[in-house]
């Protein structure tokens, strides 16, 4: 049974370059990953599909990509399947690749999809309010707002929002500690929250919500929607996405960016700069 989302998906207007990339994640009860995990797994190599995807009990989380066929097929499988209908209304977005980003199909099972370490935090029984990118302009731009990238430390440093606050995190588990000495909820009363694809936001949400505060937002869709769908010359993201794959970066439109890993700390660096990890 196809996502609400699935019909525009599967209906962008094809691009000239042959690769379709799709991020996928649901937090949905999947108590049979052992199940699941070899047929997702024979189902994405039988079509040439390469990337990696996460299965938890708490739900799935990844990103693939093939041929728009491929790709197609897997939305109809995701959707349905081994799975049933726990996937529906799921996060989907689309872009694309002139060349194959992954080397390899992967599929694991871990405790979680993305990994924070509190059990308090259960997006499936609560999570913050859903900003939609054509609403999200309006949220931040208000003075009672703190805006907070929950992104690692060196995926910020290559692009993020006007006036968000680097928590400079190296992993998702500390940003834990960031809120117990940062953050208090009699001081701040509204708090919204981005990252690439909106899965941490909800798991950070979910978080913010266990601790008392009470006006939470994330920006549904993450950076990668924002970029899909606002013109550039109304957006507040300055710089690039970082992404997962062989692209490293993308930018408006989700056009690949200029920023590339550097080969001696594997971190992103903008083109224009050279990394501190050398000489």
Request: glycine share 8%; proline share 6%.
């Amino acid at each position: 049974m196809p996502g609400p989302d699935d019909v525009s998906i599967r209906n962008l207007t094809q691009s000239p370059v042959p690769y379709k990339v799709l991020a996928f994640y649901k937090f949905a009860d999947l108590d049979d990953c052992e199940t699941l995990r070899p047929e997702l797994a024979q189902f994405c190599c039988g079509r040439k599909i390469r990337g990696t995807f996460i299965l938890a009990p708490e739900g799935i989380n990844g990103t693939v990509a093939g041929t728009p066929d491929a790709i197609d097929a897997l939305l109809d499988y995701l959707y349905g399947g081994a799975f049933g209908t726990r996937l529906a209304g799921a996060e989907a977005k689309v872009s694309w690749s002139e060349t194959m980003p992954f080397l390899r199909m992967k599929v694991r099972i871990k405790p979680e999809i993305v990994t924070l370490r509190a059990p308090e935090a259960n997006p499936a029984r609560q999570v913050g309010t859903y900003v939609e990118p054509e609403d999200w302009n309006a949220l931040i731009g208000a003075g009672d707002v703190t805006l907070i990238d929950t992104r690692n430390d060196y995926e910020a440093a290559i692009g993020t929002f006007e006036g968000a606050i680097d928590p400079q995190t190296k992993n998702f588990t500390e940003f834990k500690d960031y809120v117990a000495t940062h953050l208090d909820p009699a001081k701040q009363k509204k708090v919204a929250m981005f990252c690439t694809g909106g899965i941490r936001c909800e798991k950070a949400s979910s978080y913010l919500l266990a601790q008392g505060f009470e006006e939470v937002f994330h920006l549904k869709g993450g950076i990668l929607k924002y970029l899909e769908v606002t013109p550039e010359a109304e957006s507040r993201f300055n710089g690039e996405c970082f992404v997962f794959d062989e692209r490293v970066a993308v930018t408006h439109g989700l056009a690949q960016g200029e920023a590339r890993l550097c080969r001696a700390c594997r971190n992103p660096m903008p083109s224009t700069r050279a990394c501190g990890a050398i000489g």
